[in-house]
């Protein structure tokens, strides 16, 4: 097995594929070639046990075939795990974005990402929610009443 797959270590995005689904899939496809191993690893395990004529219970196979194929998957299936790991981080970049994109605009900021950019300090008058200030520091545009 060749570590210099170039369609292994390539990271950019497929067209038309989210990178939650390009997750699901690898993953579906992680588990299931772990899964095939060990049961590759069961059967040698219970050919081996019948070549010398011992008698070894099939739910003893499955638990040494699952302790010997841990280790064995992180070198066989080295670049589907990568690419696993790589889907994850960009599915966690992606959350954190949008989080921090609800969590500006909850707090009524422009959006950290838009192509305003009045996240500069510049805000307008009517931008903070409150009315404007005169020029001694109180309120003008009051809704009337007399102090």
Not at 116 to 128: L, R
Request: aromatic share 2%.
């Amino acid at each position: 097995m060749s570590d210099a797959n170039p369609s292994e270590e390539s990271t950019a995005p497929q067209p038309g594929t989210s990178p939650g689904r390009r997750l699901a899939r690898n993953l579906a496809l992680y588990t299931l070639a772990r899964l095939v191993l060990v049961a590759i690893l069961t059967a040698v395990i219970m050919a081996g046990a019948w070549a010398i004529s011992v008698q070894v219970p099939l739910i003893v196979s499955i638990l040494f075939a699952i302790v010997i194929a841990m280790p064995l998957s992180l070198t066989l299936f080295k670049g589907l795990r990568g690419r696993v790991n790589s889907d994850i981080a960009a599915v966690d970049e992606r959350r954190r974005r949008d989080k921090a994109q609800l969590r500006a605009r909850l707090r009524g900021e422009s959006d950290p990402a838009g192509p305003s950019g009045t996240e500069s300090g510049s805000a307008g008058p009517g931008d903070s929610g409150k009315p404007p200030k005169g020029p001694a520091g109180e309120e003008t545009g009051g809704t009337g009443g007399t102090a």
